[in-house]
């Protein structure tokens, strides 16, 4: 292959133009996403019943449903949130499971559980949870006119032309605005005077609204149609719709009750900029692109504004983070590549070698996007971080071979002569060298759970292009040289005389040092090996954190009142709230939403779904004109925020709502106790809470679960109820019926589907009084007073109950600052293990610490993987077992060099960094091969072994050098950005930077010791 790409040129040219015209093709073709697409197991099942109070939530329908999930296959972990009107179930699956399949086992199971379910809840909806289920924009609609029915427009248009945006998924309203509704509101005396129940008003609209088809006749030629037409137009007609009373005679509606065509009660608040709004959430279609989608969402949007004159803010838009941290890391890519380009001139002081070495960059990469427009992949921060890290690699195997043909050239050789000869001198140990690149990645595909998920594209991407960039050497590299290299000439400039005379008295020390070491080997072999143990040390001072923490501009308030507390009064709290925002000057706008969602979404993401709640989004000014990280921020509004009175807890975050949801919800630290006695664990969490708020660093610390919600208990008398004929679910329903109300039917009303609610008059709803003066009909056609049937009581019950695995679970939740991760729970470890449980209770550390542990194990397996891989690797390509054991020795220095900049730059490692680590015992291993496999050279070469290990060495010392400068410097702009996203991909580059700096210098040294240790050893042996 070699001489004919050297022999044939034009043939080796057109080759790579081709590939480089399908490269550019494909780059131009690609799609832009924050991260691979990306499915995550899990499912989650939200179903509403309206009235119901969290403890009758948990045991009618929490309960139930879990034991008809538990039986379906490769369920993993089933979570649960019980609470006021609503029941949210969480079922996360074995990493690999077919969610299509497991949803529907789901759908079956619920069928066969709707029969044990109270008849009247609303049918459970099913949610499949991967990033096309994450909003990739919360909008915030509102209008300067203050008379403006928001709500209206959004049902009427707004929803319907964002929807028929091309890659929108779904529109979904998450609170603000009023439903409209026509409500029946019925006079209890006048319904008791005429001796009427609310089932006959119900029922007297029900079957008044009716369209009845009754079949057909045929008629000559035609067939007609035969429908009857009873469906209401106009609310006013259901005042005079007929009642018949057990005497016979007929009363009207309005003569018992008032017909109101107007709004359901207001659930929730929301406030854009201190006006009436709504919040709403764009989701796009599963196979959409999000940039895409995001881009022509806000051209709509623009479209809507100038029409109707609506205003719009966009507190989150997933596609604007995309956009910037893509740009900022294309900015990095850039100055990688002027670095590698940089370097190789200053070593080689060869302006035309340099350009032939850094030909292989863009041709490599270009190449790659080939492969991953086929595999329908997207340029995102994974495959293009990878790409930047692969912007030093690429080069290697070039500086190698073009390293050797400049050697070569200056010996006199011809360039055709040199150019194929050098190459193929080297090519046993460039491949030796790109193969142990490749496979130290590989195990990566073969990690479970979230590692071997994130990190697939990083791989692929990283191995295609290290072998492009082989192929690049072997042909493109030589045929170049051969063509345009001329001979190297002595420097004539003063600083092309300083760089050679630098290089020069560097190979001579390095060979002096050498020398010295392999004359003494077991003393330089010890302190090599003293130097390890001192260096791995260091581990211990190094911060460990899950994922490294992104500053996107994104402020994310949640704050609770004591439950039970009004929705006017949690209005007026926020108002206060919204006043520190408004006075700091890096906000740039937000959004407050008080009350539940209007879809029971909340709850997923672990959110209190009750008027008690107030949430806001918060957008700053960009982070170039700050001198603040969000972190900062957010921890001086949350210390601002807590001097109002009247707060139960609040939490104050900052980061990307996507990565948030991605990498699991809540906060980092989560300490979980497991009980069925809510007093008990409550007890603990209380005494757990106070003290994490007093380690150093802790920030919103809460509890999960609020046990102050106010709430009336009836119960009832089983002889009375059998007295009367009466059954619980009979006087149940009819009390939840005349205070929640129900739905009687729906009406279109200007071409909307519009509730006919009937319930009490608000002057009977809201008393206290009502329940002992409501009167239940029983079958035998009396009514009897709830009073004589019932026991009333007041009391407080649990706010949310949380399950984990059909436990009763409450958490004591922390976020951490400016401080490690790994720093505070050592601290809380101290603080569970003082702690004597009582019986049946149990403690578990949860949140980022459990799933840092599963990722680092996976990654550490992954590594082991790698290294036992390369070794069989080496040992085929090389024919020996002695020599890969020997350059194996290098992998524990370059984790030396991890300890030591991870511990000076005090930036934690984080699975993005642990990535790093394997990266780079790839590249220090090609290092020792390109040593070892020039001492073999020599000494067949009929070398004398000390003579061989030390020139050997000192010839591969340039070569090495620029190799390792190059992905040092190619990887300095990643390590060293400070753009919005480059915290992802920061720690990667840091340790890539400190395990090679660190192994090269040492493995320079040691690694011929040990190889003319155990050539010493064979010879004694022979």
Known sequence: MIKLAVKRPILTFVVFSVLIVFGLFSLFKLKIDLFPKVTLPSVSVVTFYRGASSEDIEKLITEPLERFFSTIPNVKTIRSFSQENLSTIILEFEQGTNLDFAVNDIRDKIDLALRFLPSDIERPTIYKFDLSQVPIMLIAIYSDDSLRDI????????????????????????????????????????????????????????????????????????????????????????????????????????????????????????????????????????????????????????????????????????????ENSIRNLNRDLIFSAIFVILVTFLLLRNITASIIISIAIPTSLIVAFIYLYLSGTTINLISLSALALAVGLVVDDAIVVMENIFYHREKGETPISASIFATEEVSQAVIASTLTRISVVLPLLFAGGFVGLFFRELVFSIAITLFISLLVSFTLTPTLASKFLRNPKPPTTIVGKFLDNSLKALENAHKKLLRWSVNHKFLAFSLGILIFILGFSLFRFVKTEFIPQQDTGDIRIIALLPPGTKLEKTIEVKNKIEEILKNNKYIDFYVFRVGPTESGLGSISGLVEASNFIGAQAKLIDLKIRNKDSRTIASEIESKIKEIPGIQSIEVSSGSFANQLLFGGGKPISIEIYGDDIEKTDSIANLIKEKIEKIKGTVGVTISRQSANPEIKIKLDYSQLAKHGLTIAQVGNYIRNAIFGTTASTIKIEGLDIDVVVRLDENYRNTLSILNNLQIPTPFGYNVYLSDIAQVSYGYGPLVIERINKQRVVKVETDYYQRALSEIINEIDKIINEIKLPPG????????????????????????????????????????????????????????????????????????????????????????????????????????LIDAVVEGASRRLRPILITTLVVIFGSLPLALSKGEGSEQFKPLAIAVIGGLAFSTIITLFFIPTVYSIFESLKRRRK
């Open 841 to 944: 209770i149990s403690i578990k550390i949860s949140g980022s610490v459990e799933r840092q542990k599963e990722a680092f194990g996976q990654l550490f397996l992954a590594l082991i993987l790698g290294i036992i891989l390369i070794y069989l690797v080496m040992a085929g390509q090389l024919n020996s077992f002695l020599y890969p054991a020997i350059i194996m020795l290098s992998v524990p220095f370059s984790l030396v060099g991890v300890a030591i900049i991870f511990s000076i730059t005090r930036v934690p490692l984080s699975v993005n960094g642990f990535v790093g680590v394997i990266l780079v015992s790839g590249v220090v291993l090609a290092n020792a091969i390109l040593m070892t496999d020039y001492m073999n050279i020599l000494k067949a070469r009929g070398y004398d």
């Open 151 to 322: 709500r209206k427009d959004f049902d009427d248009y707004i929803q319907t032309e964002l929807e028929r945006v091309p890659g929108v998924g779904q529109v979904l309203l998450f609170g603000g605005g009023r439903k409209r509704q026509v409500n029946i509101l019925i006079d209890k005396s006048k319904l008791e005077a005429y001796n009427l129940t609310l089932d006959q008003v119900v029922n007297a609209i029900k079957f008044n609204n009716l369209n009845v088809p009754v079949g057909d006749i045929k008629y000559g030629d035609i067939d007609w149609t035969i429908r009857v037409e009873g469906d209401i137009k106009n609310p006013n007609e259901i005042k005079n719709l007929p009642i018949f009373r057990r005497d016979g005679s007929i009363i009207k509606i309005s003569d018992v009750a008032k017909v109101d065509y107007s709004y359901a009660d207001k659930i929730n608040d929301v406030k854009v900029l201190g006006r009436e709004g709504l919040f709403v959430g764009i989701f796009k279609q599963a196979d959409a692109n999000a940039v895409e989608t995001a881009q022509r969402v806000k051209k709509k949007l623009n479209e809507i504004s100038k029409i109707y004159n609506i205003k719009f803010l966009i507190p989150t838009d997933f596609s604007r983070n995309v």
